[in-house]
């Protein structure tokens, strides 16, 4: 992740990925997002994806540990706005419905 930001309010923490989220990047960043999550004590986190411009398999590997923390803190996790290719990608992958992928961006929740 070249970058990461967040805005938090009681209902909802989301936090806005960009660049490319690969290997290096991940472990890199990791630990502070784990942070980030462990750390907010509202009901939902939610990943925007809307500039994220490639994912490799650690990056899957990384929302899947994202949300397994989410579940077990009985906080809702969600995936929004992925770019084109990250949709795509969760499409092959069938990840989707898994990551409570919206249809559209218009379908997402308002926080």
Do not use: W
């Amino acid at each position: 992740m070249q970058r990461l930001s967040l805005r938090r309010t009681d209902q909802e923490m989301i936090l806005v990925l960009s660049g490319e989220i690969v290997m290096d990047m991940v472990l890199e960043r990791k630990a502070e997002v784990a942070r980030l999550v462990e750390e907010y004590d509202g009901p939902a986190i939610t990943l925007d994806l809307a500039e994220v411009t490639f994912m490799d398999s650690s990056g899957v590997g990384l929302l899947i540990g994202l949300r397994r923390q989410c579940q077990e803190r009985g906080k809702r996790f969600a995936v929004v706005n992925p770019a084109p290719p990250i949709r795509k990608l969760f499409e092959t992958l069938r990840l989707t419905d898994y990551f409570a992928v919206p249809q559209t961006p218009a379908d997402r929740p308002a926080p």
